[in-house]
């Protein structure tokens, strides 16, 4: 991500989505997390935009990797923070320190399950939330993200 004339955005994968395919696919699809990858990575290829791509189970480490946007030339982030949603002050608070643009998504509807999963920490401070389109919303938040830059 050290272009300075390309389109930077930054895929970051939270907590149990290196599990994906695996892991109760009725809930979140039969993609695994490279599958998902692999179809951002195809949408980008001949344009001027550089994927990155990170995926951690730890808090710290979804932190440390928002906090490196300052110095890398990230234009534009695209989260999924899984399980942190609904609990991380301090990842919300890593993303509006650095102050990109970015759009919050989930492959299930999280409004239409438990009720602990009905808050996010950070759906005001997103773009915009895409959430119960499966791992097309990863798409369709790619393509917002590439023609807004
Ligand atoms: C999720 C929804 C979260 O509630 C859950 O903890 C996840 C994945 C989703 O993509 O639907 O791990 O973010």
Redesign the pocket.
């Known amino acids: 991500m050290e272009n300075a004339n390309a389109k930077n955005i930054l895929i970051i994968h939270?907590?149990?989505?290196n599990l994906l395919g695996i892991r109760e696919p009725q809930?979140?699809g039969g993609n695994t997390l490279q599958d998902i990858n692999r179809n951002l990575s195809k949408l980008t290829e001949n344009t001027d935009v550089r994927l990155g791509f990170f995926q951690s189970n730890a808090e710290s480490a979804l932190i440390d990797r928002v906090q490196q946007t300052m110095h890398d030339r990230t234009n534009f982030i695209i989260i999924?923070?899984?399980?942190y949603?609904?609990t991380s002050i301090a990842l919300r608070d890593a993303l509006a320190a650095v102050k990109l643009p970015f759009i919050e998504?989930?492959?299930?509807n999280?409004y239409s399950?438990e009720s602990f999963?009905q808050q996010s920490y950070f759906s005001d401070l997103a773009i915009g939330v895409i959430?119960g389109l499966g791992a097309k919303g990863y798409e369709l938040a790619l393509r917002y993200a590439m023609a807004s830059l």
């Open positions: 939270g907590p149990n989505l809930i979140y999924n923070p899984a399980a949603t609904h998504v989930h492959l299930s999280i399950r999963r959430s």
